[in-house]
C-alpha cells in the first residue's frame, strides 16, 4: 500500500483529500503546518507528498527544499492558488514535481498520483551518475553538482533526463513525454513537459538560454546531446 502525505493547513480540503485517498486505498498522513510537514517527511517515509504552498511556520517551496536537501527523491506534488508561470518555475527550481493548481478535481488529483507513482516505481538502465558538460547528475539522489552550486531535481525532472538520455541525439516528442511519464489523461497541457525543461537547463546546462545538450527540436519535442 502507498502511503501519502498531505501537508495542507485548510481543515476541510485536507479532510477531502484524505477520505478520497483512503477510498482508493492509499494510506494517507496528514500535517497541518509546514513543520510538521517535515518532520512526518522524516518519520512517516511517504511515497508521495501533496503539498501546499502557502502553509504556516515553513511554506510549502522551503518545505519542499529542505526534503530534496535531505536526500528524498519521492515524487512532490504542490498545491497551489498560483497559477502564474514564474511561480510554477521557482517550484521546480527547488524539486518540485509539478502544481495542481486550486481549485481542482479530485479525479485529476488521482489521475496525477497515479501517474507519478507508477513512473517512481519504473526501472531504467541510464547510469546513476552522468556527466551532463560542465556538471555532475545523480539520477538516484535526484543531485545536480556543477562547478561550486548544488540543486536539486524533482522526480519529474529525473524522469524527463532518464527518457532524453535512453534516446540520447533522437527527438523525442513533447506528446511522448507525457504519455509515458503523467499520462496524456492527466496532463493535456504542453507546458507542463516546457516548465520542467526550462528548470532542467537551469540546473545542467553552463548557459541556460543557450543550450548545449537540451535542445529543442521544433515542433517535435527534445532531445539530448552528450
Known amino acids: 500500500m502507498h502511503r501519502i502525505l498531505i501537508a495542507e493547513d485548510e481543515p476541510d480540503m485536507a479532510m477531502g483529500l484524505r477520505d478520497n485517498l483512503q477510498f482508493e486505498g492509499y ?5 497541518s503546518d509546514g513543520e510538521e510537514a517535515l518532520e512526518k517527511a522524516n518519520s512517516e517515509r511517504p511515497d508521495l ?3 501546499d504552498v502557502m502553509m504556516p511556520k515553513r511554506d510549502g517551496l522551503e518545505v519542499c527544499k529542505m526534503v530534496r536537501d535531505a536526500g528524498f527523491t519521492v515524487p512532490i506534488l504542490m498545491l497551489t492558488a498560483k497559477s502564474q508561470e514564474i511561480d510554477v518555475v521557482r517550484g521546480l ?3 518540485a514535481d509539478d502544481y495542481i493548481t486550486k481549485p481542482f478535481s479530485v479525479r485529476e488529483v488521482l489521475a ?3 501517474a507519478a507513482l ?3 516505481g519504473s526501472s531504467t538502465s541510464v547510469a546513476k551518475i552522468v556527466k551532463i558538460g560542465i556538471a555532475d547528475v545523480d539520477l538516484v539522489k535526484g543531485k545536480v553538482v556543477k562547478g561550486e552550486e548544488t540543486f536539486n531535481l524533482g522526480h519529474f525532472e529525473i524522469e524527463i533526463l532518464k527518457m532524453l538520455i535512453e ?3 533522437q527527438p523525442v516528442e513533447r506528446n511522448n513525454l507525457l504519455d509515458v511519464i503523467w499520462g496524456l489523461s492527466a496532463f493535456p497541457a504542453n507546458r507542463t ?3 520542467h525543461i526550462v528548470s532542467l537547463r537551469r540546473k545542467i546546462e553552463k548557459d541556460a538560454k543557450h543550450p548545449q545538450h537540451i535542445i529543442t527540436v521544433h515542433s517535435v519535442g527534445y532531445k539530448f546531446i552528450p
Not at 27 to 31: K, N
Open 49 to 51: 507528498i501533496l503539498l
Open 112 to 114: 496525477r498520483i497515479k
Open 27 to 31: 494510506e494517507v498522513i496528514v500535517a
Open 93 to 95: 527550481e527547488v524539486g
Open 118 to 120: 507508477r513512473r517512481s
Open 167 to 169: 534516446h540520447a541525439e
Open 193 to 195: 513537459v516546457d516548465n
